[in-house]
């Protein structure tokens, strides 16, 4: 008999570490030299810490980001055409 949850564990565990490698490689590649010493020892040295680090870089980015877009333009609205007056059935209410 195959032993199918071994195997399906081993295929994940596969697939999320080249997903997790994936990141890394893509966060190492906005780093200078001196922040990649420092990253990659973080990771050695405290393997948890470093997604925490990569979780805040992305954030300050963002951050930055939306600073530096400045404030927009304010959208235009356009009127919206008058539609016909049609006439309305209203029931008298009782008073």
């Known amino acids: 008999m195959i032993p199918f949850v071994p195997i ?4 994940l565990a596969l697939l999320a570490w080249r997903y997790d490698a994936r990141a890394r490689r893509a966060y190492e590649a906005t780093l200078s030299e001196a922040e990649k010493r420092q990253f990659r020892a973080l990771r050695r ?10 979780a805040l870089k992305q954030a300050e980015a963002t951050a930055t980001v939306a600073q530096d877009a400045g404030p927009r333009q304010p959208r235009r609205i356009r009127p919206k055409p008058n539609p016909p007056n049609k006439p309305r059935n209203r029931r008298s209410t009782p008073a």
């Open 8 to 11: 399906a564990f081993a295929v």
């Open 45 to 54: 040295v405290h393997p948890a810490k470093w997604r925490a680090a990569i």
